[in-house]
């Protein structure tokens, strides 16, 4: 079921990020763990967790994240996911009191940045634990404020996370190395192993296709399946970002679908406002096939590879219907 979640703003109420920074000074020596996010992996051999480490408590600001992280801890970690539901937008999200108490009990935090949550940033500035490591993709792969923050979409950033994670992981807990270095090795050969030949696949038929996109969550992706996105990318900044884009540019694209420019038209499910919409309705019109993604895990549970499989094989099936591939 698509969900079109509340109309975004780039301003955070930061009000409630105050607030929780004395929540956060409370609660700083708190032992108490995290619950489990629900996205664990079974675990391989020797990741019983029974090594010398001890547990690691882990929290990600984005359960996409958080999915990663658990697989590549398995019983070494528990991970807890802060935006774990899909009617959530993490762009707007105002932390609770839990959520302060979580972040003041990990010894690991994993937050995206580039601005997409600065709700997060500012809870880990209000508790700079000593011994706490934490981990900004956006920092991680080289993305400046401004830039594209959809790091998860982006085939080859999602590894340089898997790299990290585990080598912070070994600084941690260096008594459980070598079980976490196995469970790198599975999770990148066997567990992405589908994730990885459909990105390939993809690539390889469908290299240079014209597609049309709702927003700037889908540039990272069509670009690391070699795709074409002929939509302005003014147009998808502003529909990420929550503001209403030119009717210069809303022309254009009605231009594109009228002439069917392109063959595919790729949108956001979750952030499906009143332009997005009627472009999807001009694209079914036109006879473009349409391919959905969303912004987090949907359904609510799933691990990170199984909710990019599925959205992969629905835009390679798009793509085929469209070229005959």
């Known amino acids: 079921m698509n969900v079109t979640l509340p109309r975004r703003s780039p301003r955070l109420a930061l009000g409630a990020v105050t ?22 992996a079974p675990a391989s051999a020797g990741s019983s967790g029974k090594g010398g480490g001890g547990t690691i408590q882990v929290v990600a600001a984005e359960n996409f994240w958080g999915s990663v992280a658990s697989q590549l ?4 970690v528990k991970v807890t996911s802060i935006i774990n539901n899909p009617d959530a937008d993490p762009h707007d999200y105002e932390p609770t009191a839990a959520d302060a108490r979580t972040v003041a009990g990990a010894r690991y935090a994993i937050v995206n940045g580039v601005g997409y949550d600065a709700w997060a940033g500012k809870l880990l500035a209000a508790n700079p634990a000593a011994g706490r490591t934490d981990l900004t993709v956006g920092d991680l792969v080289g993305v400046k404020p401004g830039g594209n923050p959809h790091r998860w979409y982006s085939p080859d950033d999602v590894h340089q996370v898997i790299e990290r994670i585990t080598a912070d992981y070994k600084k941690l807990n260096p008594a459980d190395a070598a079980d976490f270095d196995a469970l790198k090795n599975t999770f990148e050969t066997t567990t992405l192993a589908p994730y990885e030949q459909l990105i390939s696949g993809i690539k390889a038929t469908y290299a240079g296709t014209p597609i049309g996109a709702s927003e700037s969550i889908v540039s990272p992706l069509a670009d690391g399946l070699g795709l074409k996105t002929l939509t302005p990318y003014s147009f998808l900044s502003a529909i990420s970002e929550g503001t209403d884009p030119t009717a210069r540019d809303k022309a254009l694209i009605d231009r594109q679908i009228k002439g069917r420019q392109i063959k595919v038209y790729v949108y956001n499910s979750q952030n499906a406002t009143p332009d997005v919409q009627q472009q999807v309705k001009a694209a079914q019109a036109a006879g473009i096939p349409v391919a959905t993604v969303t912004e987090t895990l949907t359904p609510a549970g799933a691990s990170f590879q199984d909710w990019q499989v599925r959205q992969l094989r629905g835009l390679q099936q798009a793509l085929a219907k469209a070229t005959g591939k």
């Open 19 to 40: 607030a929780l920074a004395a929540a956060l000074s409370l609660t700083a020596c708190s032992t108490s763990s995290p619950s489990d996010d629900g996205k664990n």
């Open 73 to 76: 801890g398995g019983g070494h």
